[in-house]
């Protein structure tokens, strides 16, 4: 079970259970409905009219870890922990999260998601390998985040900045993602269009 430390901060009597994609079950306990409330009304009402004692809500996620970087931020305003602040974290999780949020209409959360982001991106760009989950990430968005453009536009822009640098061009696995989603290769081909091809990277 990840950190869930956090939870102290707002003693509850309430349980999230989470039903993941390989059918299985976990819950979450000593959860406040009231904290959760206060930034995410929506999950608040999951719980229902139960007793205050016996509060339970059931929700669908990828995985246990995305559940509690959810709340982590619900409670302390910052789904990172110290640790993954320090270094590489999953690009996937940052767009799952904003999806969550999205979902859960958490718009300061979806802002800090996207933020973080755009840091992997960043920080990637000065180290000679991709972000962790890149084409996990870039088929997530394509699927489930069309409509957002300024984080397409986060991934298109590192695709193409560091293509040849990361060596992407190379990658069977971000070539096959290309061929799979059309997409993703046409606004690959016009990102490095408007670049003015200054980066040199083409499939």
Known sequence: MADLEF???????????????????????RVSATA?????????YCFGDGPANDQQASIEASSIALVVSFLRYLYTGNYLTAIQESGPFSLLHHAQLYKMAQDFDVPELQVAAHVNFMRETEISCCVP??????CAAIEFVYKHLAGQKPLIETLLNYCVFSFKYHGLGTDSGFRQLAFDIPAFHKDLCQTNLRRDFQDEGEL
Do not use: F, M, S
């Open 7 to 29: 939870l102290a901060l707002y003693p509850g009597n309430a349980t999230i259970t989470i039903l993941l994609p390989n059918g299985q079950v976990q819950r979450i306990e």
């Open 36 to 44: 959760i409330g206060d930034k995410c009304p929506l999950l608040w």
């Open 129 to 134: 390998h991709p972000p962790l989950d890149l």
